[in-house]
């Protein structure tokens, strides 16, 4: 897509409709999971049995996993993935703890004896989802679950589908996860009847939270959709996606692996390149083309750099490709330039801005410390990655003495007024100290 001639005139030019993505209907979806969420409502359990046995094509033996088989998995590990597992914890925690918590609650005192405090209060119970499609995430776990632990949250459940290959149980991994982590209320559900689960409950086996947070396909995203206002959910994830803003001095084979990587998620995942440089923009191909080839989801990631969400866009220079990637908001950005941090700051819309030829996204899927749980869709414009604060809840506590309050009633009541409520206006009024004149009349009446 060539774009070196947009935006010259004087009319504005919508970057972000020039590059598309990837087709992604979840109002569609929602009235395909809405009877499955009103069966799991009303039938509980056993219609989370039928659903397994329908969609993942396993009888459960257990919806919830037992300890006794968290604590296996976990046993089990290899080492060097069990060293791997907590690395990533201990950087995510890190990063959670020094840069993302606030438990701070300022007061101010706005007037003699009038005081507004802001308390951060931490979400009571989350349930947390955790795909098992085309790759068992994993990592996942760790990016709901530690920000969850330092918000405070007190109850946390996890949910997985259950795998065939597996008796019916999650993958090993998540397992084995939740219980390094401490997390033992994990449930062998998948899709949306796990979302529904968790914001219903299902008496005798699971209380309904008060949070549900955590990536799935487009049906998760549909109950989550569904049943939003029932119970909080962090975002509506769409596919995944990458932009790379790069220069002629970024190494096209480092940009095409980044590219591929980001296509490896789903057929629907979008790679986009946006580079001044044309001689950089055909390597990139070139490179992308061989790398692809090579790779053991070939097919997945033939289909996704081919789709319509995915490609290069040639632009005249990184100004321009500034404007791009801005209007885009993508998911994931890397920016791979000379003077490479210069640039990322000058970024207002991305989920996560990697910097350098060093940054790669895999970094940050794993083990970088950051969150992978990113706005899509170009909801980076509006909406930030799930980190501690996603658990927590801002709550202003208000406490006026009489004083305080008598100094404003006028002001207040005068408000009310203005706005035809007079009850409202009331409220004051009744709390004025009373004349003489005042008690005579109420001995009257």
């Given at each position: 897509m060539d774009l070196t001639g947009a935006g010259l005139g004087s009319e504005p030019f919508d970057y972000r409709a020039a590059v598309p993505r990837a087709a992604f209907d979840v109002e569609h979806a929602v009235e395909k999971v809405r009877p499955i969420c009103d069966a799991v409502a009303s039938e509980g359990a056993a219609a989370l049995v039928r659903f397994a046995e329908q969609f993942d094509k396993v009888t459960p033996k257990h919806l919830r996993v037992p300890?006794?088989?968290?604590?296996?998995?976990?046993?089990?590990?290899?080492?060097?993935?069990?060293a791997a597992f907590e690395e990533s914890i201990t950087r995510r925690r890190q990063v959670c703890e020094l840069a993302e918590k606030e438990t701070s609650s300022p007061s101010v005192t706005v007037a003699q004896g009038a005081t507004v405090t802001q308390r951060i209060i931490p979400v009571h119970r989350v349930g947390l989802y955790v795909p098992g499609g085309l790759a068992p995430l994993a990592s996942s776990v760790i990016m709901n679950v530690v920000p969850a632990q330092v918000a405070g949250v007190s109850s946390i459940a996890v949910?997985?589908?259950?795998?065939a290959e597996f008796d019916g149980l999650p993958h090993p991994n998540i397992l084995a996860l939740c219980h390094i982590?401490?997390?033992?209320?994990?449930?062998?559900v998948g899709g949306a009847q796990a979302i529904a689960m968790f914001a219903h409950g299902v008496p005798g086996l699971c209380e309904r939270v008060d949070m549900v947070t955590g990536p799935g396909n487009i049906y998760v995203v549909a109950a989550k959709r569904l049943m939003r206002g029932t119970v909080g959910i962090d975002s509506e994830a769409g596919p995944t996606e990458i932009m790379i803003l790069a220069d002629e001095t970024a190494n096209p084979e480092h940009v095409a692996a980044d590219l591929i990587s980001q296509a490896e998620h789903d057929p629907m995942a979008g790679s986009v390149l946006v580079t001044d440089s044309a001689e950089l923009a055909d390597a990139v191909q070139r490179a992308t083309a061989r790398q692809a080839a090579a790779t053991r989801h070939a097919e997945r990631v033939h289909t996704a750099l081919t789709g319509e969400q995915s490609g290069i866009v040639l632009v005249r220079d990184l100004q321009q490709g500034l404007l791009v990637c801005d209007a885009y908001a993508a998911e994931h950005l890397e920016v791979q330039t000379r003077d490479a941090e210069q640039w990322a700051a000058r970024v207002r819309n991305a989920g996560a801005i990697f910097v350098g030829g060093w940054s790669p996204v895999?970094?940050?899927?794993?083990?970088?410390?950051?969150?992978?749980?990113?706005?899509?869709?170009?909801?980076?414009?509006?909406?930030?990655?799930?980190?501690?604060r996603s658990f927590m809840k801002a709550v202003h506590v208000i406490n006026y003495n009489q004083e305080a309050l008598m100094e404003l009633a006028d002001s207040v009541e005068t408000f009310a007024l203005a706005e035809n409520l007079p009850g409202h206006a009331n409220a004051i009024t009744v709390r004025r100290p009373k004349t003489s004149q005042d008690q005579d009349q109420e001995a009257q009446a």
């Open positions: 300890a006794e088989v968290l604590a296996q998995c976990a046993e089990q590990l290899d080492p060097k993935l069990r949910t997985s589908p259950p795998q982590l401490g997390v033992d209320e994990v449930y062998a895999s970094l940050g899927d794993y083990s970088a410390g950051s969150t992978h749980v990113l706005p899509t869709a170009g909801c980076a414009c509006h909406s930030s990655g799930l980190s501690v």
